[in-house]
DNA sequence: CAACTTGTTA
């Protein structure tokens, strides 16, 4: 998976070949309307085609009109066929003195575009040129500052429509709506849906999407039910409206109603119900629709519709219809290719989609903000951190001032804690000007990550002296960084503070942190009590985090029966089974590890292996245990054997005691040594100059020997080695590991 | 010219 690094430098708008002459005024209307060269406008479908087109425009003279070039811009900026944005800005660019049709149209391409501080920057120019903005004006600007959730220059575009007295205007009035309504203010929209006694749809349906988008679905349905003409827009947003809220039956429910009432579905309301089908899961109804489509409507040729079936089938477990229709577009627009590679990622097919993203890139389809929400996690999950790098650079040239910055910060504190690097998570966190709740969350869940409990709980002071209040999940945070570095007073503290403090019901992972504290420090008595006072029934992370607690304190018996309880919830589970026959192995019962065993076996099941993976130079390479798989398998190999000569003159003695079968000694050793996280660690060590910092990610807990194993290796070799398991990170440096050897 | 489709953190 090789990307370029560092990215491209930005490709510059063409700039565009001609001069031109200022332009005077236009020749007669009539002459203009007609002429052959404007109406071979239309036609364009392509990049290319718009080119030559404009090019007869030149070579006619027309290219001196304004209304010429007013036909041209709108076409770059309205085309559903190709994105003529950057030709028609740079087209712009050298428009002498452009009117205000011209400018309009350049906003009404900003507006759609996301990027509030282009349509900003835009408006602002003309007002300072002396142009007087229109009923036309506003509606695209407000557009902006909906789509980027930008109240407070909402408003001000507001004070202007005021002064120009265009809010009767039925559009501006409308926009004006919208433009509260989706930054939340629904208390303003409303005041401004109040001042018109005109409730045209529009307005309605404005405010539904606002009342739904803030989960106030009564509200909404109260709305819709006030309408006395509905039309088919109204009803998509009342079952949009449903579907962002999770009543999928509700909206399911209303699009029969709607049918009944042979309201004819469009192509929204068909996108609207296949994303109810597609995140509730009702892939039947998902199918139906299908043939229904097929068959009827003649939507089968919709690109929107298309990406909602994609959405369906991926999300639904479907990948592979969903990958046959994405391959089966014959023009793919940027939602096709998020919506697949979301699904890669919902189904944790995270190679997929960071190798589908890379596609994206090849295939020259820009990717936006959703495109990198997407992505992220895909590399959080792998440990892509030098294609999160790159994503990072790419956010802060290309998608600057963009609707989701926050919520893209927040996905780079993620991906940078999960890649190993906290200091990088840290200075985003740093640099964000607006932090919202879900940004200090992520940096708080970062450094418990990182077992930085200190660093975790001065945020949070932080977090409080900034005035915001701390909802769930902070606190689950807060008592996962207790639970990583085994502070179970200051644990038991925040526990309490849930519910006496903050008022909020403690939810499983509440528990689920608390039990674990206690099982680690062998309050098993302790941990019991708490199972039975919990409202709801624990879950198999909490019979394996106890599971653990007794291979620590050796304690067979209550072993036995918490590995009986997971093995009832989760009897797919094979985890379960091998914790109980290592701890077997630990007490040297070894009939039991046999017996064990034989019911593995029995059951058909498999040991989830051992996977760890190094990225090298933006690949991402994998390793399970005993792999020889790798190109470079030998050179491996001969470097685990310089490692082991090296780590048994350090005084090194492996503990062979963790590995699921009773065998000879030698083999076991065998085995360990040749554990995941070595061999990608081995790899590490030939494929970096001295001294470069290793990151290994594994899927499964390392094991004590590993640990100790490659503490001394980062002392042997002088060198930081960073390593993500399942739940945590360990640094290690200089034969310590940041854990201090709790884990 | 406005209202309805892709998406992030635990």
Request: charged letters at 20%.
């Amino acid at each position: 998976m090789a990307l370029p690094y560092p990215p491209p430098p930005l490709a510059v708008p063409s700039s565009y070949p001609f001069h031109f002459l200022p332009s005077s005024s236009d020749p007669p209307y009539d002459i203009l309307r007609t002429h052959p060269s404007l109406s071979l406008l239309s036609n364009c479908r392509t990049h290319q085609s718009l080119r030559e087109t404009h090019a007869q425009m030149v070579k006619t003279g027309l290219h001196n009109t304004n209304y010429a070039l007013s036909k041209l811009l709108e076409l770059c900026v309205v085309s559903p066929h190709f994105d003529g944005l950057p030709y028609a800005v740079s087209v712009f660019e050298t428009i002498q003195e452009p009117n205000l049709l011209i400018w309009n149209t350049m906003l009404r391409g900003l507006a759609s575009s996301s990027d509030l501080v282009s349509a900003l920057e835009m408006y602002v120019r003309m007002v300072s040129l002396g142009h007087v903005p229109n009923a036309y004006t506003f509606p695209f600007l407000l557009k902006s500052c909906a789509k980027s959730k930008t109240f407070e220059e909402g408003r001000q575009i507001h004070a202007q429509v005021m002064k120009l007295g265009c809010e009767v205007d039925r559009y501006v009035h409308t926009s004006l709506i919208s433009m509260y309504a989706r930054n939340g203010r629904l208390e303003d929209a409303r005041k401004v849906f109040d001042t018109s006694s005109q409730r045209d749809v529009v307005s309605c349906t404005a405010l539904i999407t606002g009342y739904a988008s803030r989960g106030d679905v009564r509200s909404a349905r109260k709305m819709f039910d006030e309408i006395t003409e509905r039309d088919v827009v109204s009803w998509n947003a009342m079952i949009t409206g449903y579907v962002e809220n999770g009543g999928y039956e509700e909206a399911l429910e209303l699009f029969k109603e709607m049918m009944r009432m042979n309201v004819r579905p469009d192509e929204g309301t068909l996108v609207s119900v296949l994303s109810a089908c597609a995140q509730s899961g009702s892939i039947e109804l998902g199918r139906e629709i299908h043939t229904l489509v097929d068959d009827h409507h003649g939507f089968g040729s919709s690109l929107k519709i298309v990406n909602a079936f994609i959405g369906l089938y991926s999300k639904c477990g479907d990948v592979e219809i969903a990958s046959g229709l994405f391959e089966g577009l014959s023009c793919k627009d940027v939602v096709s290719w998020n919506t697949l590679i979301g699904g890669y990622t919902h189904m944790n097919l995270y190679k997929e989609a960071l190798l589908l993203f890379q596609e994206m890139l090849r295939s020259g389809e820009s990717p936006n903000d959703v495109t990198m929400l997407s992505v992220l996690p895909a590399c959080a999950h792998l440990g892509a951190i030098d294609i999160g790098r790159w994503i990072h650079v790419y956010i802060d040239k290309r998608l600057k001032g963009v609707t989701n910055g926050s919520a893209l910060r927040t996905s780079l504190i993620d991906m940078y804690a999960k890649c190993g690097d906290i200091e990088a998570a840290h200075q985003v966190f740093n640099s964000m000007m607006h932090k919202s709740l879900s940004s200090w969350n992520a940096m708080i869940f970062g450094f418990a990550m990182h077992g930085r409990a200190n660093a975790a709980f001065d945020l949070f002071s932080r977090m409080r002296k900034n005035g915001i209040e701390p909802d769930d999940i902070t606190l689950v945070g807060l008592l996962s960084a207790c639970s990583h570095s085994g502070l179970l007073d200051l644990g038991r503290h925040i526990f309490k503070s849930v519910t006496q403090d903050y008022n909020i019901t403690p939810k499983l992972e509440h528990y689920g942190c608390m039990i674990d504290l206690l099982g680690h420090a062998g309050l098993f008595k302790e941990a019991e009590e708490i199972i039975h006072m919990m409202p709801m029934e624990p879950d198999g992370v909490i019979w394996c985090s106890l599971l653990k607690a007794c291979k620590m304190h050796g304690n067979l018996e209550l072993a036995e029966s918490f590995a009986q309880k997971l093995m009832e919830i989760e009897p797919e589970n094979s985890g379960s089974y091998v914790l109980l026959s290592n701890i077997y192995a630990t007490a040297g019962r070894w009939e039991d590890v046999a017996r064990i065993r034989e019911v593995l076996n029995g059951k058909g099941m498999k040991k989830v292996p051992g996977c760890s993976s190094i990225e090298i130079d933006s690949v991402v390479h994998e390793f399970i245990i005993g792999d020889k798989l790798h190109p470079q398998s030998r050179e491996i190999y001969r470097m685990l054997e310089e490692m082991d000569v090296l780590l048994e003159e350090a005084g090194f003695v492996p503990d062979t005691s963790e590995v699921l079968q009773e065998m000879e000694e030698e083999r076991k050793e065998g085995a360990l040594r040749h554990h995941s996280e070595k061999l990608a660690i081995a790899f590490g060590l030939i494929s970096t100059k001295p001294g470069t910092k290793l990151t290994v990610v594994k899927n499964l807990r390392v094991c004590r020997n590993c640990h100790e194993a490659t503490k001394l290796i980062s002392k042997i070799y002088n060198r930081e080695i960073v390593a993500r398991d399942r739940t945590r990170f360990h640094h290690f440096r200089d034969g310590v590991c940041s854990c201090c050897d709790y884990w």
